[in-house]
């Protein structure tokens, strides 16, 4: 099955490598391009990609509100954004999941990597680079510690196993990382990851990840 992939990123030459290593894979096909956010969103309806590799510093439209706009029509359930930035930043990567992206990598990152991420993306997983992940966890360090986690929506709906699993997902651990630290079988990870991200309404692993360190849970790792 092909992957059908929108780019969006308002540097022309960027846009043609991206295109080019993209297209030179087998599974992957770039549908459209664009040069603006507002150009992104207006492709996503038009081409029903699965995928938008998001660039952040846009004009027009920057990629977090294009990236908010894509992932809260209910027509393009269907479409994931990858953000693709050179700014790592902390208040980048939460402002990014909070508004539907799905993954988070620097540009620096090799071409192997970034077409392993868009094939993880669009299969419905999550993904933060590892600096993306860091600069969560450096904000989380540079607060003051909370006595105890703050009260917010589903949060006392939590099992302690929850709770435990969810703080390990923020800091970036995968299911099988998680299974054998806590000497689980990954799918019984994947269970309480599911049933943790209902509880908090959280729509998707990353939404997981932002609710952990809103709640203060994830100042307790």
Do not use: M, N
């Given at each position: 099955m092909t992957?059908?992939?929108i780019?969006?990123?308002d540097q022309a030459l960027l846009r043609a490598t991206f295109k080019l290593l993209l297209d030179s894979t087998p599974d992957l096909?770039?549908?459209?391009d664009a040069?603006?956010?507002?150009?992104?969103?207006?492709?996503?309806?038009?081409?029903?990609?699965?995928?938008?590799?998001m660039d952040i510093r846009m004009p027009d439209l920057d990629g977090i509100e294009a990236t908010r706009r894509i992932t809260a029509d209910e027509d393009l359930a269907g479409v994931k954004v990858l953000v693709l930035t050179t700014f790592e930043t902390d208040e980048l990567v939460l402002e990014a999941l909070r508004a539907g992206a799905s993954g988070f990598?620097?540009?620096?990152v090799d071409p192997e990597s970034l077409i392993a991420a868009v094939r993880t993306v669009a299969a419905g997983e999550r993904l933060l680079s590892p600096a993306a992940t860091r600069a969560l966890i450096e904000r989380v360090l540079a607060q003051p510690a909370p006595q105890r986690p703050r009260a917010v929506p589903g949060l006392a709906d939590l099992?302690?196993?929850?709770?435990?699993?969810?703080?390990?997902v923020a800091a970036g651990l995968s299911n099988i990382e998680i299974g054998e630290?806590?000497?689980?079988s990954p799918a019984t990870v994947k269970t309480h990851v599911n049933r943790a991200m209902m509880k908090t309404a959280a729509r998707d692993r990353a939404q997981l990840v932002v609710f952990a360190y809103e709640s203060g849970l994830a100042g307790r790792a």
């Open positions: 992957i059908r992939v780019l969006a990123d096909e770039v549908v459209g040069a603006t956010g507002a150009e992104a969103v207006a492709l996503a309806r038009s081409t029903r990609a699965d995928l938008v590799v990598l620097g540009k620096g099992t302690d196993r929850e709770r435990e699993i969810t703080v390990l630290r806590l000497f689980i």
